[in-house]
C-alpha cells in the first residue's frame, strides 16, 4: 500500500469556453461548477485527514471571476500563466504547472474537472482508496455509458484497455477525476495508462459530463428528480400531512408563562403540527451594548438595547418542561430554538423530537456543530444567508454526525415584502443540498405560505400570537389565532390540490364530460349507400358518439344504413369498420 502523504485536489477551470461560454461559472442546483468542485475537493479532502494532513484543494485559473468563485467556495487560487490559458493547453500541462508552482511533495494528485458537477466527495474518497490499496496505480472515473467512440473501456479486472466504441454494457471513461502519483504524471505524462489504470465506477446519473447547454440541462433535470430524506420529524408529530406546519410562538409570550400556555393552546385550535418557542441565555446571545434592530425599535421593545429587550423576554428554565407537559397533554409536538449551548442541553434533557436553529445562527458553525452532535434531527432557517454560507452549515452539520436535517429558505425581514420572498429558492436549497426544505414566513397575510406550499415547501413557520397589538419585537410580523387557523387550512387544500402531477380526468368531471363535449352528428337524412360529404356532418353536443377528429375518416365513406339528421354517428353508421 502506498504512503498516505498529502493529497493535492487540483480544479482545472478556464474562464473561457468554446460552446457554453462562462461554463465554469455557469450553476447547477444554484451552485457554480467551479463552486462545486472546490466543495467536492473539500469533502474528499476531509474525508482523507483534512488540511492536517497537508491535502490542499486548489483551483488553476486564468479567470478573476473564476478565481473569486473559487475561493469563495473555500478553495486555494493559482494563477495560470497566459500560455497555458489557451484551447490548446492541456489538462497535464496544467497539473505539471500546479505541481511545480505550489513546490509541495504531494503523495498524490486528484485532478477534479468541474464538467461533471453531480460527483459526489465519496466517490473521490473511494477512487483514492483504491488508488493507495494498489500501490500507487492511477484510477479514474468511469461509468456504464459515456458518450463518444474515443473513450477508453474497462477490462473484467477494472484496469483500462485500448479505445473501444460505445456499445453493450461497456465500462467508459468518464473524465470526472483523475488519481495519480505526481511521480508517475511525470514520467508517463498521462492521466490514463491503458492496461494500467483503474477505472472507478460512476452510476450513470452522477456521471454528466457538461460539454454542451443541455448538458447542464441534464444535470439540473438529474437533481430535480433526486429524492431527498424524509421530513426529519414527519413521523415525530402525530397527524401530520404532507406539510408540517409550525406555530412560531417565539417569545410572543413577552416573558409571561401563563401567555406562553396561551400559545400552546391557541396553536393547537388553530390546527398546528408544532408549536415552537425561543430559548436562550440574554447573557450568553447579546453583549451589553449590542444595537437592536430597526423593528425591534420600531416595536418599543428595544429602546434600552437589545440585551434589556432579551431579558425581558426569556422565560426561567423551570418553565421549559411545563409547556412541553401542556403541548404533550394537547397533543401538539414541542420545540424551541436554543440560541447558545447551555440552553440546547437543556431542551436536550427535555427529549425534545428536533431542535431549530435559528437564521442568526446560521454562521455559528461551531454552535451548529454543538448541536449536531447530539443526534437529534435539525431545522436550519436561512435568513441572510447566500449560498455558500449555507453550503458552510450543511457540511458542518454532516461532519458533526450528520443527523436528519431539512433546511427553511427565510427572509429575515419583519414583515418581510412579498417582492422580497423569491420562493422558487425553496427548490434550488433542495436540488444543492438534497433535503426537505420548509419556507419560514415573516410577509404579512397567509398568501405566501399557500404560494410556499405550491413552490415545494415541505414545512411552513409562522409567528403566532395572541393580540398583534401586544408590545413586543415579533407580534406585528405574526398571525392571530382566526388568521393562522385559516392559513391551515389553506395549507392542507394546496398541499391535496397539487397532487401528483400526472394529467388524466378525475371521476368527477365524467359527468361534465358527456354534456360539454362534442361528437359527430348527421346534419341530414340519409340513404343506405350515399356517399358521405363533409355538409353530411356537424359537431354538436352531446360527447357521446364519434370524436370530432374522427370526421376525416368518415368523409368520402358510404353509410351502411339510413340515417335520420341530428341523429349521433356511430360506427354501425358506416359501411365497412370505421
Known amino acids: 500500500m502506498t504512503s498516505t502523504g498529502p493529497i493535492l485536489f487540483l480544479v482545472p477551470a478556464r474562464g473561457g469556453s468554446k460552446r457554453v461560454p462562462g461554463k465554469n461559472l455557469r450553476e447547477v442546483g444554484g451552485i457554480p461548477l467551479v463552486g462545486r468542485a472546490v466543495r467536492t475537493g473539500l469533502g474528499a479532502a476531509a474525508a482523507l485527514g483534512g488540511m492536517a494532513a497537508g491535502n490542499r484543494v486548489v483551483c488553476s485559473t486564468d479567470d478573476d471571476a473564476v ?19 489557451t484551447d490548446t493547453a492541456t489538462s497535464l500541462d496544467v497539473a505539471l504547472h500546479a505541481l511545480d508552482a505550489l513546490g509541495v511533495d504531494f503523495a498524490t494528485l486528484v485532478l477534479l474537472q468541474p464538467t461533471s458537477p453531480l460527483v459526489e466527495a465519496a466517490d473521490v474518497v473511494a477512487a483514492v482508496e483504491r488508488h493507495r490499496a494498489a500501490d500507487g496505480r492511477g484510477v479514474t472515473s468511469v461509468a456504464p455509458v459515456h458518450p463518444g467512440s474515443w473513450h477508453h473501456g474497462t477490462n473484467e479486472d477494472g484496469g483500462l484497455v485500448a479505445a473501444v466504441a460505445v456499445t453493450g454494457p461497456d465500462r467508459l471513461l468518464a473524465g470526472a477525476f483523475y488519481v495519480v502519483t505526481p511521480a508517475d504524471l511525470r514520467a508517463s505524462r498521462r492521466f490514463v495508462q491503458p492496461g494500467i489504470t483503474l477505472g472507478h465506477e460512476l452510476p450513470a446519473e452522477r456521471a454528466v459530463d457538461v460539454d454542451e447547454e443541455h448538458e447542464l440541462v441534464a444535470a439540473e433535470a438529474i437533481l430535480a428528480a433526486r429524492p431527498v430524506r424524509p421530513v426529519p420529524i414527519g413521523d415525530l408529530v402525530a397527524g401530520a400531512g404532507p406539510v408540517v406546519v409550525i406555530a412560531e410562538a417565539g417569545v410572543n409570550h413577552n416573558g409571561d408563562v401563563d401567555l406562553a400556555l396561551a400559545l400552546v393552546d391557541a396553536a393547537v385550535d388553530a390546527g398546528a403540527d408544532i408549536v415552537k418557542f425561543q430559548t436562550f441565555d440574554p447573557g450568553a446571545l447579546a453583549a451589553a451594548g449590542a444595537p437592536s434592530a430597526e423593528y425591534q425599535r420600531r416595536s418599543g421593545a428595544a429602546e434600552d438595547g437589545q440585551r434589556a429587550m432579551l431579558e425581558r423576554l426569556t422565560l426561567p428554565a423551570e418553565a421549559w418542561p411545563i409547556l412541553a407537559a401542556h403541548a404533550a397533554a394537547r397533543g401538539i409536538a414541542f420545540l424551541s430554538t436554543p440560541f447558545d449551548a447551555a440552553s440546547a442541553h437543556l431542551l436536550n434533557a427535555m427529549d425534545v423530537p428536533a431542535f431549530k436553529v435559528g437564521s442568526g445562527e446560521l454562521t455559528n458553525t461551531p454552535f451548529i456543530e454543538v448541536v449536531a452532535r447530539m443526534g437529534r434531527s435539525m431545522l436550519i432557517s436561512t435568513g441572510m444567508s447566500n449560498m455558500t454560507e449555507v453550503a458552510d452549515a450543511v457540511d458542518a452539520v454532516r461532519a458533526a454526525g450528520d443527523p436528519p436535517l431539512a433546511l427553511f429558505h427565510c427572509v429575515s425581514s419583519y ?3 412579498p417582492a422580497d420572498a423569491n420562493l422558487r429558492a425553496i427548490e434550488t436549497l433542495r436540488r444543492a443540498f438534497g433535503v426537505p426544505v420548509g419556507w419560514s414566513d415573516h410577509t404579512p397575510g397567509i398568501e405566501m405560505a399557500l404560494a410556499a406550499v405550491a413552490a415545494g415547501a415541505a414545512l411552513v413557520e409562522k409567528h403566532l400570537t395572541l393580540d398583534r397589538r401586544m408590545p413586543g419585537p415579533d407580534h406585528a410580523a405574526s398571525l392571530e389565532p382566526a388568521a393562522f387557523a385559516e392559513m391551515v387550512v389553506g395549507i392542507r387544500a394546496v398541499e391535496v ?3 401528483d402531477g400526472r394529467k388524466r380526468p378525475v371521476a368527477a368531471e365524467h359527468d361534465v364530460a358527456t354534456v360539454a363535449r362534442r361528437s359527430l352528428h348527421w346534419a341530414r337524412a340519409l340513404a343506405a349507400g350515399a356517399t358521405i360529404t363533409a355538409d353530411d356532418i356537424v359537431i354538436l353536443r352531446p360527447g357521446t358518439g364519434l370524436r370530432p377528429r374522427r370526421l376525416a375518416e368518415v368523409v368520402g365513406r358510404r353509410v351502411g344504413r339510413q340515417v335520420r339528421q341530428g ?9 365497412g369498420d370505421a
Open 497 to 499: 390540490a397539487l397532487g
Open 415 to 417: 414583515p418581510a415584502r
Open 67 to 85: 478565481a473569486a468563485t473559487a475561493e469563495a467556495w473555500g478553495g486555494e487560487v493559482l494563477r495560470r500563466p497566459a500560455g497555458l490559458a
Open 567 to 575: 341523429a349521433l354517428v356511430t360506427a354501425d353508421d358506416i359501411e
